[in-house]
């Protein structure tokens, strides 16, 4: 098997980095669940490389233009009269400096994006306009939909240190659960099947009777078993609970008894 060199450095400069990005990205915001080709998502990792050596980029020669003036001078002097190959071949380590520099600026760039997608600040900056809301409503363009899974957005944490804590009706009369949210699996909408842990769980057999808490770590539950959700965030500042609170909101007549 004849190795290739060529694919070999494509995946060193352009996969990896946007590897590492896309990772990054998806600790802080759900990647999206439909099946993708390997095209698409090589092309996203390419993308992202390709990114990330452009951010790299512009930070080292800011760099040395403002702070190293003369070796950056001296440098381009080299790459005018020798080429890049032999400024390479007599510059190794800079090359592995760079390589490793790249990867943890894909790291930050995949950070970035990931905090962009949470906060939508273009989307936020448009529908805070008055005229530019107005010319979107003409286009009869009256929001913008959210690629993350209704699952994700009913229970994330937008406030830190925010307690989401949940009321579970189970099916066929089972019973009531309450406790605190503590994980709970990233799965498509479609899938019935979702797992999340509460703890300081209490139960009760019907909605009349009062919770017991139950003697245990913690309780797992699966979805499709669930007949419905009650969810109350509770932030640790009362003045900013207005911005956890979800369509999903525990109903003004309901009775809430979990004790928590």
Same mark, same amino acid.
């Given at each position: 098997?004849? /190795?290739?060199?060529?694919? *070999?450095?494509?995946?060193?400069?352009?996969?990896?980095?946007g590897f590492v990005a896309q990772k990054a990205r998806d600790s802080i915001t759900p990647r999206t669940l439909k099946p993708q080709s390997v095209v698409s998502e090589v092309g996203e990792f390419v993308l992202a490389g390709i990114l990330s050596h452009i951010s790299l980029i512009i930070v080292i020669r800011a760099y040395f233009v403002f702070f190293q003036s003369? *070796?950056?001078?001296?440098?381009?002097?080299?790459?005018?009269?020798?080429?890049? %190959?032999?400024?390479?071949?007599?510059?190794? =380590?800079?090359?592995?400096?760079? /390589?490793?520099? @790249?990867?943890?600026?894909?790291?930050?760039?995949?950070?970035?994006?990931?905090?962009?997608?949470?906060?939508?600040?273009?989307?936020?900056?448009?529908?805070?306009?008055?005229?530019? @809301?107005?010319?979107?409503?003409?286009?009869?363009?009256?929001?913008?939909?959210?690629? #993350?899974?209704?699952?994700?957005?009913?229970?994330? #944490?937008?406030?830190?240190?925010?307690?989401? /804590?949940?009321?579970?009706?189970?099916?066929?009369?089972?019973? *009531?659960?309450?406790?605190?949210?503590?994980?709970?699996?990233?799965?498509?909408?479609?899938?019935?099947?979702?797992?999340?842990?509460?703890?300081?769980? @209490?139960?009760? =057999?019907?909605?009349?009777?009062?919770?017991? #808490?139950?003697?245990?770590?913690?309780?797992?539950?699966?979805?499709?078993?669930?007949?419905?959700?009650?969810?109350?965030?509770?932030?640790?500042? =009362?003045?900013?609970?207005?911005?956890?609170?979800? %369509?999903?909101?525990? =109903?003004?007549?309901?009775?809430?008894?979990?004790?928590?």
């Open positions: 098997m004849q /190795f290739d060199l060529t694919g *070999f450095l494509i995946f060193i400069a352009f996969i990896l980095p003369a *070796f950056f001078a001296q440098a381009e002097s080299i790459l005018h009269s020798n080429g890049w %190959s032999a400024f390479l071949a007599s510059h190794r =380590p800079l090359l592995l400096g760079y /390589f490793i520099l @790249s990867l943890l600026t894909g790291y930050i760039v995949g950070g970035v994006q990931g905090c962009l997608i949470l906060r939508q600040p273009v989307r936020n900056w448009v529908l805070s306009k008055p005229m530019l @809301s107005r010319w979107l409503q003409k286009l009869g363009i009256s929001g913008f939909l959210r690629e #993350q899974p209704v699952w994700y957005f009913v229970f994330q #944490q937008r406030v830190p240190d925010t307690h989401v /804590f949940l009321e579970v009706e189970m099916k066929d009369s089972a019973g *009531f659960y309450t406790g605190e949210l503590t994980s709970y699996g990233l799965v498509d909408d479609s899938e019935e099947n979702k797992d999340f842990y509460i703890t300081g769980a @209490s139960f009760k =057999p019907d909605r009349d009777a009062a919770y017991k #808490q139950l003697s245990c770590d913690g309780l797992l539950l699966n979805f499709k078993n669930v007949a419905s959700l009650q969810v109350v965030k509770t932030p640790p500042d =009362p003045h900013i609970r207005t911005q956890e609170e979800d %369509s999903t909101e525990m =109903p003004q007549d309901s009775q809430w008894d979990g004790g928590f």
